[in-house]
């Protein structure tokens, strides 16, 4: 099956700086690559998301990197604000595996103002 | 546009007592329905998905069993809580055969006291 290592567990920026999570995936079929932002104590609401016909994807202040070969993605968030603070969690899904997710263990990321 | 529910939103239940939670999706037809626990630490587990009514599949072996009365309904079900059900239960959705993105709801709070 489907492995998806997330990395860091844990970042802290300034306001206003750059963050970006990395996560690499096992099965080269997975095709859709989520990301969500999961605020304390709500559910994870989903932010970005990114196809394998793309390599690279913006809205905002967030992007999604994808590279195939190397079979990774990273979510890129800049000019960073306190309302950032979050748990993210990407995700690969793939036809074989009935499209259902696999979770990265997701990053905290924590904004000082 | 679509929503999802859950109820209740916080629950605290001694051992050994039964359990009931409730999701319902607004809006669409014939989603996939998902169950997931979130233990302290941020991980989401799969317990159970759904693509039709009575169609159940589980995932891990476990305290918990999930039903499918309706088309829009899910629901996630204990005849005997354990002290390590406790956590953070989510219910998700997606479109359907060949939709990839996923949607979660608010999530309900479980303590087994």
């Known amino acids: 099956g489907e492995n998806v290592e997330q990395h860091p567990s844990t970042l802290s920026v300034q306001e206003g700086d750059s963050a970006v999570i990395k996560c690499t995936y096992s099965?080269?079929?997975?095709?859709?690559f989520p990301w969500y932002k999961q605020e304390l104590g709500k559910g994870p609401q989903l932010i970005i998301d990114?196809?394998?016909?793309?390599g690279e994807k913006k809205d905002q202040r967030i992007a999604v990197t994808l590279n195939k070969t190397a079979k990774h993605f990273s979510l890129h968030i800049t000019e960073t604000q306190p309302e950032d603070s979050a748990v993210y969690f990407c995700?690969?899904?793939?036809?074989?595996?009935?499209?259902?997710?696999?979770f990265g263990r997701g990053t905290s990321l924590i904004v000082h103002p | 546009s679509q929503t999802i529910h859950q109820w209740p939103a916080t629950l605290v239940q001694p051992v050994g007592s039964p359990l009931s939670l409730e999701c319902t999706v607004e809006?669409?037809?014939?989603?996939?329905l998902y169950w997931y626990r979130q233990a302290a630490g941020r991980g989401l587990q799969l317990l159970f998905y759904?693509?039709?009514?009575?169609?159940i599949s589980s995932e891990v072996p476990q305290n918990l069993s999930a039903s499918r009365p309706q088309d829009r309904q899910f629901i996630l079900s204990s005849k005997k809580l354990l002290l390590s059900d406790s956590g953070f239960y989510l219910c998700?959705?997606?479109?359907?055969?060949?939709?990839?993105?996923?949607?979660f709801g608010p999530g309900t709070r479980l303590t087994v006291l």
């Open positions: 759904s693509v039709g009514i009575g169609q």
């Open positions: 809006g669409t037809s014939n989603p996939n």
């Open positions: 099965d080269s079929a997975s095709n859709y």
């Open positions: 998700a959705w997606t479109p359907g055969q060949g939709f990839f993105e996923q949607f």
């Open positions: 995700a690969a899904s793939s036809p074989g595996g009935s499209y259902i997710p696999t």
């Open positions: 990114i196809r394998s016909n793309v």
